[in-house]
Antibody, heavy 120, light 111 residues
């Protein structure tokens, strides 16, 4: 059974930092691309960042230069280092396992999310 | 610009059927989408990938009550024999060369 368990959320001050983790199990983590998607309170889902199995990273324009995605295949864990946090980064952050069919990519498994609140 | 448009809300009675719509922006009618369900206070759950020809591939454990279809730029999710646990937000999502796009979501109320 595929499981994704996020952790590391909490309260951060504007301009501060947080590191999120996503522990994966039930599949061969090293062979799959992974993504982070967030959801601000009462809002729709927003893709944040993704990383290929080979370690190539991609970012939404809204977080480029402030967030860094990484992975540790030996620990089956995905990370999101968030810096220069702003109030509009407040959201529940979900990690997801990517699946690719031809030239289409989606997430076929999601975690339960971790809440990040940016406030003074 | 690639945009997905969904109605904010829908409702249907217990045991009935409902059809949710996701509309692709002009020039993108050939795109596939995915449907995801988000029950209250839970993480999203992948339902299916839906192609422009209406063929679809469902995720693990998704009941037969969930099906997809397509017509032009519109992508549909039909849920039959509605159950109380189907009350949720439903999001469509697509992808195009590094660009992830989500629709605004439809909140389904089961009466």
């Amino acid at each position: 059974e595929v499981q994704l368990l996020e952790s590391g959320g909490g309260l951060a001050q504007p301009g501060g930092s947080l590191r999120l983790s996503c522990a994966a199990s039930g599949f061969t983590f090293s062979t799959y691309a992974m993504s982070w998607v967030r959801q601000a309170p009462g809002k729709a889902l927003e893709w944040v960042s993704g990383i290929t199995s080979g370690g190539a990273a991609f970012y939404a324009d809204s977080v480029k230069g402030r967030f860094t995605i990484s992975r540790d295949n030996s620990k089956s864990t995905l990370y999101l280092q968030m810096s220069s946090l702003r109030a509009d980064d407040t959201a529940v952050y979900y990690c997801g396992k990517e699946t690719t069919t031809g030239d289409f990519i989606t997430l076929d498994y999601w975690g339960q999310g971790t809440l990040v609140t940016v406030s003074s | 610009q690639l945009v997905l448009t969904q109605s904010p809300s829908a409702s249907a009675s217990l045991g009935a059927s409902v059809k949710l719509t996701c509309t692709l922006s002009s020039g993108h009618s050939s795109y596939a989408i995915a449907w995801h369900q988000q029950q209250p206070e839970k993480g999203p759950r992948y339902l299916m990938k839906l192609n422009s020809d209406g063929s679809h591939n469902k995720g693990d454990g998704i009941p037969d009550r969930f099906s997809g279809s397509s017509s032009g730029a519109e992508r549909y999710l039909t849920i039959s024999s509605l159950q109380s646990e189907d009350e949720a937000d439903y999001y469509c999502q697509t992808w195009d060369t590094g660009s992830w796009v989500f629709g605004g979501g439809t909140k389904l109320t089961v009466l």
